[in-house]
Each structure stands twice: as C-alpha cells, then as structure tokens.
C-alpha cells in the first residue's frame, strides 16, 4: 500500500499578506517544519507541486498535481500548510479510516485534511472541474461528489484550525 501526505503550499494568501508556507514557526519556514515532521514519523511528504491548470484554481489544482505526478500513490491525506497544531495522530486516523471505507474521509466542519483516495473517479472530477471554467472549486464540493464521509470532531476541533491573518498567526504561536 502506498500512501502520502500532501501538504498544499499553493494558496494566495492575501489577508495574510504574504506567503504563509515561508512563515518562520519553531525555527524554520512553516512549510519545512511540516514536512520535517510528517517524515520523521514515517511518512512519506510531497509538496510544492506546480499546478497543471492555468489560474490560481485552489487546493483541488495543488491536489490534482499530486495525483498527476505521484500516480503510483494511492492512499492521500491532504493537508494545508497553515495548520501547524495538527497531529500526526489525526493522519493516521485519516488514512486508516479512509482506507477501511475506502472513500473520502474528513471532520465534520473541517473538510481539510481529507483522505483521499487515487482512484479514476477522483481523477476525472478533478479533470472535469478544473477544465470548466465554472467548475467547482470546493473540497467540501469533492467530499460530497464522491460520497465521502464524515468524522466527529468534538475532541479535535482546535487542531483543525488553520490561520488566515496576522492576528491568527499571533495566536497560533503563543498557543
């Protein structure tokens, strides 16, 4: 079984007003930091692919991306780089749940990170919304095309908080 976390770096992050993967956090860019963590525990990172449709299309081009360059992958958690308090646990709550239902798995009211799984249909809802110019855009949109399913998250709530402003950078780090 090949698996793989996908940490989305590609977002344009306009009220943050910079970049946010190369926010300093612990010591090194947000986006290194990440990656360095999920490997040290065994699994195997990919990011900052280059998206294979013209535009800023979202997190579906970045994971489009991925699926297109890594097509011997087929078990995917997809998480976002600017959600720093995310357990590795929670990955691998992920993948063995998707795995057992064999579908898209995220929390309730969180609809990243998600499991994905490398299968055709995924592929072609991806192609076939990237293609069309009003196309969705939504991994909520994903979860519900492909029957996905749902996880409480009562207990996880604050680990699944990503930040998109300043003030929400301050306080991601003096948590």
Known sequence: MT???????????RRMGQDKSQ???KGQALVDWQCSRFSAVGFQVVSQ????????LGPLAGIDAALAQ???????VVVPVDMPKLSTQIVDTLFTQGAQKSAPVAFENAPMPIYLNNNPELIQTLESWLNDEQGKRS????LTQ???HWLPNTDKAEELENFNTPAEWQAALSN
Do not use: M
């Open 23 to 25: 926010l300093q956090y």
């Open 70 to 76: 890594f097509p011997h992958i087929k078990h995917w």
């Open 3 to 13: 698996q793989a976390v996908l940490i989305l770096t590609g977002g344009q992050s």
């Open 146 to 148: 492909l029957k996905g």
């Open 139 to 142: 991994v909520y949109a994903l």
């Open 49 to 56: 692919l280059a998206d294979r449709f013209p535009g800023f």
